[in-house]
């Protein structure tokens, strides 16, 4: 079976990325906006998930990302 862990949900500072890896052996992926690397850069606020499948199985995981707004009080 496919194993996949994107973390824990987080909070990201303005123009902050997160690497997320989904990376397994001879497997195939498929993340939220329709991109098939073993790897996502997320750089915004919001839920992204990824589906990770070969010869074994399906596994997914799910991450959402929120942005620190700052502002001058």
């Known amino acids: 079976m496919p194993t996949v862990d994107l973390g824990n949900d ?3 500072c303005f123009n902050e990325t997160l690497n997320l890896d989904a990376t397994n052996a001879n ?4 993340w939220s906006d329709n991109s098939t690397g073993p790897t ?9 998930w990824v589906q990770v499948t070969n010869n074994c199985g399906i596994a997914s995981d799910t991450i959402v990302i929120d942005n620190i707004i ?3 009080v």
Do not use: Q, R
């Not at 497997?27 to 498929?30: A, G, Q, R």
């Open 10 to 12: 987080t909070v990201l």
């Open 40 to 48: 996502y850069i997320a750089s915004g606020s919001g839920t992204i």
């Open 27 to 30: 497997s195939t992926y498929l």
């Open 70 to 72: 700052l502002s001058n």
